[in-house]
């Protein structure tokens, strides 16, 4: 098969290196890519829907995979469809359950899918109103904002302070939700759907503040780990049947079957799991590790997926664990420092994968060139080998301003069922 992969990002890099191992694949277009796929690299842009269908009218590929939530919300899956090619992400239709978050909140609510109570606001002054009175309450812009679109916040100033700076995010934060707190452990669960069977990759759970200990602002995430011990087998299934089946068939009566990856973030809490949010494409840093577990050629899931052809069945993952830990520039979750060069990746050994996400060249030397710069990612037969054997390859990785953290997966090993 002739597979494009659209995208640039450490999740984009994971998901070429899985794809790469599958003996069903004849060639591999990363697009844009980045220095970590290079050697498959096309250029393109991918906001830029007329550029990536000409790309797409040349190479004709068997299968198009579209990484980032942006062009698909956008409508890219559709005009690659329109064009005849078999596409892996969902409709702009189906992809607003990422894209507007008060979308998916009523789609939730259709479908009977347990989810935090929450108010949706048009007027930041209302809003703020309503804030203050709740005190503790988490804040969400409804539209795309990279990760940043939501704030836990307590107490009523900071509840106050949370709606106006996501309302001056711009269209994200033009329509606002503030939704209960739930206290508990967070998960996210990916399922690979066709429309309306669909298949669970193993849960992963996802660092998302800055700091050790859940400091600091929300981030895209700083690292992740899987299989999750918070979230048991019988618990997966059970997220299958009440969570990911019910929000399918709710999005296929309404005539948009979302095909593609369904990510459900996961509140674990008392009284049972609680959807904080959903997303339209696969996670990231959850990706990186996720390919580490799966013991399966994925090329032929995504390929059936795009086609409606899915046959629901238990995926095959390695025993232990895996565990990625994302190396940030300098100023990030801010206005990350870019040019910085990046030493020591001959280094890290064998054992240890790192995925490029925020890299670029310069002649012959590797630069940063985003926030998240590097995932660098180990598999182990424990979590606690896992662990061990991703941080000595973090210890191996330099360049200027770098910052991580330090305890990726740290609170799960001291977890008692």
């Given amino acids: 098969m002739r597979v494009l992969l659209l995208g640039s990002g450490a999740r984009e890099h994971a998901l070429a290196w899985k794809l790469a191992q599958s003996p069903n694949l004849k060639w591999l277009c990363s697009a844009p890519g980045n220095p970590g796929t290079e050697g498959h690299n096309m250029p393109v842009t991918l906001n830029d829907a007329d550029q990536v269908q000409r790309l797409a009218g040349e190479i004709e590929p068997d299968l198009i995979v579209v990484g980032p939530e942006a062009p698909l919300v956008a409508g890219l899956a559709d005009q690659l469809m329109g064009m005849g ?35 949706v606001f048009d007027s930041v002054e209302e809003a703020v109103s309503h804030a ?49 707190l739930l206290e508990g452990e967070e998960v996210s669960v990916i399922a690979l759907c066709d429309g309306e069977r669909y298949v669970l990759l193993p849960p992963a759970q996802d660092h ?16 992740a780990y899987s299989p999750v011990p918070f979230l048991d087998e019988a618990a997966l299934r ?28 996961l509140m674990l809490t008392r009284g049972g799991p609680r959807v904080l949010e959903f997303n339209c494409r696969f996670g990231d840093p959850e990706t990186q590790v996720l390919v580490l577990q799966l013991e399966e050629d994925l090329l032929p899931l995504l390929d059936e997926c795009a086609r409606g052809r899915l046959e629901p069945r238990p995926l095959r993952f390695r025993p232990g664990a895996s565990v990625g830990v994302v190396l940030a520039a300098a100023g990030y979750p801010g206005a990350p420092r870019t040019g910085d060069p990046i030493e020591g990746l001959e280094e890290v050994g064998p054992k240890v994968r790192v995925f490029h996400g925020g890299t670029r060249r310069e002649g012959v030397r590797l630069v940063t060139a985003g926030g998240r710069v590097l995932t660098v990612c180990a598999s182990g037969q424990s979590l606690a080998a896992a662990r061990e ?29």
């Fill in 208 to 223: 998302k503040r800055v700091g050790d200990g859940d400091t600091g602002p929300n981030t895209g995430g700083m690292g």
């Fill in 85 to 119: 090619f078999p596409v892996f992400g969902p409709t702009a239709a189906a992809a607003r359950i990422e894209g507007s978050k008060a979308f998916a909140k009523e789609v939730m609510q259709q479908a009977g899918v347990p989810t935090a109570e929450a108010r």
């Fill in 389 to 417: 054997r991703a941080y000595s390859g973090v210890a191996r990785i330099r360049f200027p301003g770098s910052h991580h953290r330090r305890d990726i997966g740290a609170r799960a090993l001291g977890y008692r069922p």
């Fill in 132 to 180: 203050r009175s709740l005190g503790n309450v988490v804040v969400k812009a409804d539209g795309l904002a990279a990760g940043k679109g939501v704030v836990v916040a307590k107490g009523a100033d900071e509840a106050e302070a949370a709606v106006r700076s996501l309302a001056a995010l711009g269209p994200a934060g033009k329509r606002l939700l503030l939704e209960e």
């Fill in 238 to 265: 059970w997220t299958g049947e009440h969570v990911i089946g019910p929000t399918l068939s709710e999005l296929s009566r309404r005539g948009t079957p979302f095909r593609g990856a369904l990510y459900a973030g």
